[in-house]
């Protein structure tokens, strides 16, 4: 009798349309459903303006604490899964890099003493390459590497730990030389590397904030002209076209402003007359 009241109560109980909600009750939580399309309709794609108004807008945009490192990313109309259409080089920089390198000059005897004299900061034979063989990646204090073609063989067994910091010395990107004093001063004197990565891009710092425009853009130039000449033989069209797709400028911790190709090309077009 009892339990048939206490149900005959419960349906008889009337909810206050006013009352707030009951805490006591398990209701779903509510669900964020984005719209279709809403994220292509409102993002706003800001056009390419020339590399000089580019460098304008990352100089007064770079707020650091610390002078900023300059850096410039172009997309390339290359097929990085192809080995004939991998980039890769080395551009010399007018005004440098801003950037103090420690330099390492794998040789010996009398390549040694000219190592030495043209201002590497570790120079070693053997007894190098045993102390990173032995120590590994812990004891690389250096930034880059050269090389005479007799230490070769001997760098073999270091290669592993070399090679995927790209510290290993390369004839294409004159870190082995024969004249081992002529390549420690391209280094000294604003000597970069560049190489495509996986996805086809290529980064490569230009200098510092603290450059002036024009010694921005004459690096720029330097780089973007290396960039065309090295580029590989199956990729269609000429020139910039389809080599060149897209680029931007950006410092450290500044905001990226894209470049046009355009104004690249002629930047390393100005390089190349002042070069005569």
Known sequence: MMTQCASTAAQNIRVDPTAGPRLDVDAPLPRFVPQSGASEQ???????VAIQQAIDEVKANARAKFDETVEIAINLGTNPKRGD????GTAMLPHGTGKSLR????????DAIAA????????????????IHASG?????????????AMMPKLSKIAKILGPRG??????????????KEAIRLLRTGQVEF????????HAGCGKVSFSPDKLQSNVGALCSALLDARPKGVKGS?????LLKAALTSTMGVSVPVSVPSLVQASQAYRASRK
């Open 195 to 202: 190489r495509a990565d996986k996805g086809a891009v290529l």
């Open 167 to 180: 510290l290993m010395p390369n004839p294409k990107l004159g870190t082995l030389s024969t004249d081992i």
């Open 103 to 110: 330099v390492a000059a794998f040789a010996e005897g009398e």
């Open 42 to 48: 409102t993002r706003i794609i800001r056009p390419p």
């Open 116 to 131: 030495t004299a043209a201002g590497a900061d570790v120079v070693g034979g053997e007894e190098l390459v045993q102390q």
């Open 85 to 88: 259409q991998a980039v890769r």
């Open 137 to 149: 990646s812990s004891s690389l204090d250096f930034d880059k590497a050269v090389a005479v073609p």
């Open 239 to 243: 020139g910039a076209s389809g080599y």
